[in-house]
């Protein structure tokens, strides 16, 4: 009989304090046999005359059981920790087991959670094959639902009845699994050595604590993983042949370095826990060799049977439940209310699409686009990632800069579309309308929850003067910018890491795209981060990490970091009074004087003010207020900037267009509009209508300048040189072209390398050098020379620069035309499409240039955008019941719910 | 948040946008850049100018269908190098002068007297830089009348002319006028009636692709069996909304108006020729002022849109007077006028070529004793520095809108103005009448301006 030859064993460490209640329950249930108390708190406990042997706190419980062990003749030894404690009866149905089946050597009880005296605990435990250990039981409501669970792989080390012949013959618990996985490790060894193992629902303890929180104190979640891994990588390397060990170990830790970055991806706390725990297990060799060849030599009967183990259904609906456990538990933390993306959004993103494919239309199909200030991409995404921090550019014959954080952008933007960096620009063009419109939407959700105002802001967002401009103009920095600003208003106005790490990038776009709205973007980070988010400030670094380079080469003449980034072009934007029209051009509209144009923009402007303040003051909405500060922040700029020359392009100064900087007044007056209009439920519904009919009339002309071929821009090929000097630059590379074009008082000479310039070389350095570089002299000088008939060596003066083509932007019949002819060594190629073209007869030798990129920025650079990205990345699935405001009117569609 | 707080922030904003609209609408920004267009100012080395002469008077030879040389013309030059000729069929004729100093001090001016059974008349024109689009106006094809184009390729390069030619029943569909060759260092002369048949008032355009030529027509009248007319007209660059005749000498009732008897000789009276080659009827305001007392004559016109207009300028009293003319649209013209001594029996006409407004160093050589008429179209006077016969150096002002004629001796000429004006040499002799006009070189060559892109 078990009873007659039991010694228990109670380990107390970290919680004297529940020993004696311990002790207590055991007398309660007149458990036979000595009780020894192994002490391993360092201080002394009060005991009720149980045997006390005091130990070192560092004594691992196997070896506590060993020390209680040696005084002791018992044939049965019941392992007891200080946080549990016995209900009544479960010593005698664990000893029934052991009495009446010999081939059992180890049984365990079911364990209830000390807090919460219903729920299961642990209750037996398993693993997978791949070595995971589970509990078969774990924090579920007791409702007898295991309690037909007998036979297991392995049982918890708390209440653990054990013979102890199966103790001494296996060494107790393995020395290299002190904290974690002892149990398990130990069960699976007695079954390997033909032992049974059993858990018996009839008999009961409670427990407060883990093993390893039994061992360690308080532990982390992170530092449970680490061990959990370790124990993981310790048991499958021990069971498994030494042949094939460090492939395990090698998958392993792959395996785990994997999760980590899912993990990691997922911006889960200490997302490596699992690596580090396998690495430490895999390294821990000795360990492993020696537990091997003891589990070896014990070893009659390989454990079978794969009802013990944890089959992959089973894994995979575990991991379910945990699942939506968590997202429970997360949604019902997340209480703010929020603009969503429904039903009534998707229609109306449908109808911009149609919208915008009508007036956009010509744009479709297009290998490129120019015109204006566009000029194609390259024709390949390597050479349009050669421009991520490209020190040298092709523009002005060829200089060397600061890495540009615009053309990096743009290397990155045409990269996604691989297979033709142009279509990324052609699909921002003919998509402009839809895009702005979800993005008007969504970041009216920065400010309002009502999604009648926000199709409202949306639909004002595509209609606005401020895009068509820059569409017809090809600005594509100012379009890049007016659809990323409200999103990175709405971003910006969060408070996660997911919105921060959106905010982050789409500050660098906006930044990057119009540094002149670099103010802006600081102002409203600093309000943020002074508001409410401190970490909001990281938001900077993406867009520093674009532009530092270019903000230090900027230091001596700061203004001019403020040019428009990409080709400058010059604007026709108003100053003084009529600017406050917010209108990027003269005010226009068919068959209606300036004047009366102006005048009725005025109007726009002022009523959309008017309701502005209504917003603001009645409906106290405080985040108009805010956005109205930017708007203010970007007026000012333009008040410093706009009367300046900024940039050079084709020889003329340019300044700055205005279309981005009003963008942000014009999204605080269209939020306020829309708030104020929706507010008026009686009469929004009419309301709304006409306040975007009102928008789309009175910015008819630009709106409708790409379908009327009214605008600059227009499908183009790729070629930004004649075909003819493409395909010879192709066969020679290095040549440059000398492209000559007639003005008013002389001649513009630019000089462009290979197949040409193209849309990523045009960087801000080449855009507002002040001082001619050695060789653009002698340019100047072939190139007045070329113009008129004259005695200079034209022969000498190509071989220098490197000239093997020479285009006049003129008609045949311009005068130069027989001047360049009556120079020797040139032969006449014939009329292109960009004009007439004369190649150089002698064979030029092109002198390499060093085009090697600024390594620093791109390491910065991705650096910094990797840990961006990752925070942007959505981890969790949208809420699945929306949370209502008291502003939004409850309707019938909750189901339908998008984001 | 507090409602107190809320609005707060709100009227934080309002009041931010009220101050930074006030500072867009009213405050001057304090800040520069400093950036200006980066432009270089190159001079040239060793500029060559060429100006082209076409030289010998030509014709037909007796019943020959070949054009071919009746009588010489005397070149003058000055600053110019000796001439290089250029190649006919079999012959030569015409002209290359290349700078030997200064190339905006370079003129030459082909002048002469012909009185030959076939042609009389008095002929002189100035010698020019060649032009790769250029228009002539004047002449006749009709009976008795020739109009002979002659086209100067003076470059290493050949030139690939296509003619276009109006008439006064609109564009005129002329075979052969396209793709016509012209070697290089080589003349060609064609018979305008070639590709326009009896057409009282052509005008031709002629573009050249390739090399830039010199185009000249020449003119003569033969009324039965009497010849009487003379005159070469050399060419205009491009269609302009303001054309001038700075001077024009307008004969005497008494000497011409019996010849008016015969209708042949209708074309004494002096006229002026117009085409708008756009798409467009020009309204023109053709003022004419006379330099001698008297008020100027305005009158108002329409030229249909693609057709030549023959104006003629009737009951002017006799002596000098200067044309211009207004329009809505892109015109040329060109301005006829008669002369006849009756004593020598000779009739003779001249047809000036509008004179194109130029600023700079202008210069032409004057073949005898003439009058100089500059006309200022600019809304303020001009300031005009004139060196002629020599080394006579003159500082005149032309009024603005107005006209200033001024006797000018034998020699190189050269007129230097800052604004815009148009100058033209009345040569009256006692064997006929013409006109001269002195050119700018067509690029200044002495300082380029070069823009850096």
């Known amino acids: ?899 | 948040m507090s409602i107190l707080s809320k609005i707060t922030i709100g009227a934080a904003g309002l009041t931010a946008l009220g101050f930074s609209a006030y500072s867009v609408a009213f405050i001057p920004t304090p800040l520069s850049t400093g950036i200006a267009p980066l432009t270089t100012v190159i001079s040239p080395w060793s500029v060559t100018r060429s100006i082209v002469c076409s030289g010998d008077v030509v014709g037909y030879v007796g019943d020959s269908a070949i054009i071919s040389s009746i009588s010489p013309t005397t070149r003058v030059v000055s600053g110019g190098d000796v001439p290089a000729d250029l190649a006919r069929d079999s012959t030569t004729n015409g002209s290359v002068f290349t700078n030997s100093g200064d190339s905006l001090h370079v003129a030459a001016t082909e002048y002469n007297s012909v009185d030959t059974e076939s042609i009389v008349g008095y002929l002189a024109t100035e010698c020019g830089d060649p032009l790769n689009d250029q228009w002539l106006i004047g002449g006749s094809t009709t009976t008795g009348r020739d109009t002979i184009v002659t086209i100067s390729n003076g470059s290493d390069v050949e030139a690939r002319i296509d003619l276009e030619i109006w008439g006064s029943a609109g564009k005129v569909d002329a075979p052969g006028s396209q793709g016509i060759v012209i070697p290089a260092k080589s003349q060609r002369s064609y018979s305008v009636a070639g590709f326009a048949p009896d057409e009282a008032s052509p005008v031709i355009r002629l573009v050249s692709n390739g090399a830039a030529v010199w185009a000249t027509l020449q003119t003569t009248v033969v009324r039965g069996l009497v010849p009487g007319g003379l005159d070469r007209i050399g060419p205009v660059a491009a269609p302009n909304t303001s054309i001038s005749f700075p001077v024009l000498h307008l004969p005497s009732e008494k000497s011409i108006g019996k010849l008016l008897v015969d209708p042949s000789y209708s074309d004494v009276v002096a006229a002026l020729r117009f085409l708008a080659p756009g798409d467009a009827d020009a309204t023109i305001t053709i003022t004419l002022d006379p330099y001698a007392e008297g008020e100027p004559q305005v009158v108002t016109a329409s030229v249909p849109a693609g057709s030549t207009l023959d104006l003629p300028i009737t009951e002017l009293s006799e002596g000098y007077w200067a044309v211009s003319v207004e329009s809505d649209q892109p015109i040329v013209a060109a301005a006829r006028v008669g002369f006849n001594d009756a004593s020598k029996g000779i009739t003779d006409l001249g047809w000036a070529s509008a004179a194109p407004a130029q600023t700079g160093v202008a210069s032409v050589m004057v073949p005898g004793g003439s009058l100089l008429g500059l006309t200022n179209f600019g809304a303020s006077d001009a300031t005009v520095t004139i060196v002629h016969g020599g080394d006579i150096a003159e500082k005149v002002v032309v009024p603005a809108h107005g006209n200033l004629l001024i006797p000018v001796a034998k020699g190189m000429l050269t007129v230097t103005s800052n604004s815009p004006i148009s100058n033209t040499i009345f040569v009256l002799t006692r064997d006929g009448i013409a006109t001269l006009r002195g050119l700018t070189a067509p690029i200044d060559a002495s300082s380029v301006v070069v823009i850096h892109g």
């Open chain 1, 1 to 899: 009989m078990i009873r007659d030859s039991l010694a228990v064993v109670v380990v107390t460490r970290r919680h004297p304090e529940r020993l004696s209640t311990t002790l207590l329950s055991l007398a309660a249930d007149k458990v036979p046999g000595t009780v020894t108390v192994v002490n391993l708190t360092g201080n002394s406990v009060r005991l009720n005359g149980q045997a006390e042997i005091v130990g070192s706190p560092t004594l691992s419980l196997s070896h506590a059981v060993d020390r209680a062990m040696l005084d002791s003749s018992a044939e049965t030894v019941w392992i007891l920790r200080d946080d549990t404690s016995v209900r009544p009866g479960a010593f005698t149905a664990l000893a029934s087991i052991l009495d009446t089946s010999p081939s059992v050597g180890i049984v365990g009880p079911k364990q209830m959670d000390a807090q919460s005296p219903v729920t299961i605990r642990e209750m037996g435990e398993s693993m997978t094959r791949s070595g995971h250990a589970f509990q078969i039981a774990e924090r579920e409501l007791d409702q007898a639902q295991f309690d037909r669970t007998s036979d297991v792989l392995a049982v918890g080390e708390a209440g653990m009845l054990v013979r102890r012949s199966v103790w001494t013959s296996l060494n107790g618990f393995d020395p290299a699994l002190p904290a974690l996985g002892g149990a398990l490790d130990f069960c699976f060894r007695a079954r390997s050595a033909g032992w049974l193992v059993e858990v018996v629902p009839t008999a009961v303890i409670d427990t407060a604590v883990t093993s390893y929180e039994a061992l360690a104190g308080e532990v982390s979640e992170s530092q449970a993983e680490r061990e959990e891994a370790r124990a993981r990588a310790h048991r499958v390397l021990v069971y498994g042949p030494p042949a094939v060990r460090p492939f395990r170990a090698f998958g392993l830790t792959l395996g785990a370095l994997f999760r980590g970055f899912v993990r990691f991806l997922r911006k889960r706390v200490n997302p490596f826990a699992e690596w580090r725990g396998s690495v430490a297990g895999v390294l821990d060799l000795g360990a492993i060799a020696r537990s091997h060849r003891f589990y070896r030599t014990m070893m009659t009967n390989p454990v079978a049977g794969g009802r013990l183990f944890v089959s992959l259904s089973d894994l995979r609906h575990r991991r379910a439940l945990q699942q939506d456990d968590e997202r429970a538990q997360r949604e019902a933390a997340d209480d703010t209310p929020r603009l969503e993306f429904r039903a009534v959004a998707m229609w109306f993103t449908g109808l911009a699409t149609v919208v915008g494919l009508v007036l956009g239309g010509r744009f479709l199909g297009a290998t490129a686009l120019s015109g204006g200030a566009l000029i194609p991409m390259p024709t390949t995404a390597t050479e349009a990632l050669d421009a991520i921090g490209a020190t040298w550019s092709d523009v002005a014959g060829g200089m060397t800069a600061a890495p540009d954080g615009f053309a990096a952008l743009l290397g990155i933007v045409g990269s996604l579309t691989w297979w033709n960096p142009n279509l990324v620009v052609v699909s921002l063009f003919a998509l402009a309308i839809p895009l702005s419109f979800v993005s008007g939407f969504v970041g009216a959700g920065s400010v309002t929850t009502n999604s009648r105002a926000a199709v409202v802001v949306g639909a004002g967002w595509a209609l606005l003067p401020t895009l068509h401009v820059a569409v017809s103009e090809g600005r594509i920095t100012a379009v890049l910018a007016h659809i990323a600003l409200p999103l990175f208003a709405r971003a910006i106005s969060g408070s996660t890491t997911l919105s921060l790490g959106w905010a982050s990038i789409l500050s660098a776009i906006v930044w990057v795209s119009v540094p002149a709205l670099a103010p802006v973007i600081l102002v409203a980070v600093i309000i943020r981060s002074v508001t409410g988010t401190p970490s909001a400030i990281f938001a900077l670094a993406p867009a520093l990490a674009f532009e530092w380079p270019r903000i230090v080469a900027s230091v001596t003449n700061p203004v001019t970091y403020f040019a428009d980034r990409g080709l400058p072009f010059p604007t026709g934007a108003p100053h003084g009074v009529v600017s406050l029209t917010l209108w990027p051009t003269m005010p226009s509209f068919p068959g209606v004087d300036t004047e009366i144009a102006t005048l009725a923009a005025f109007v726009v402007v002022a009523v959309c003010l008017s309701l502005t303040v209504i917003a603001v003051v009645v409906a106290e909405n405080p985040r108009v207020g805010a956005l109205l500060v930017l708007g203010a922040t970007a007026l000012l700029t333009w008040a410093a900037l706009g009367p300046l020359t900024l940039a050079l392009s084709e020889g003329q100064v340019v300044g700055l267009f205005p279309g981005p900087l009003y963008d942000v007044v014009w999204f605080g007056l269209l939020s306020g509009t829309a708030i104020t209009i929706a507010a008026i439920r009686f009469a929004a519904g009419f309301l709304a209508p006409i306040a975007v009919a009102v928008l789309a009339a009175v910015g008819f002309v630009p709106l409708t300048a790409v379908a009327t071929g009214m605008s600059l821009v227009s499908p183009t090929s790729v070629r930004t040189l004649p075909a003819y000097v493409e395909a010879e630059t192709t066969a020679h590379p290095g040549g440059a072209t000398l492209i000559l074009t007639p003005t008013a008082d002389g001649i513009r000479a630019e000089l462009q390398r290979d197949a040409g310039v193209t849309l990523v070389e045009w960087t801000a350095a080449a855009a507002t050098r002040q001082t001619l570089a050695e060789h653009e002299a002698a340019i100047a000088e072939l190139a007045a020379n070329l113009i008129v008939e004259s005695g200079f060596d034209v022969v000498a003066a190509v071989s220098e620069a490197g000239i093997r083509f020479i285009v006049l932007e003129a008609l045949p019949t311009a005068p130069e035309v027989s001047a360049i002819a009556s120079h020797a060594g040139l032969t006449s190629v014939g009329v292109t499409d960009r004009g007439i073209l004369w190649r150089v007869d002698e064979v030029i030798e092109a002198t390499p240039v060093n085009r090697s990129p600024d390594l620093a920025f791109r390491l910065i650079l991705g650096l910094v955008g990797l840990v961006a990205l990752i925070a942007a990345v959505p981890t969790s699935l949208p809420r699945r019941r929306p949370v209502m405001d008291d502003l939004t009117p409850v309707t019938g569609e909750v189901d339908d719910e998008h984001s």
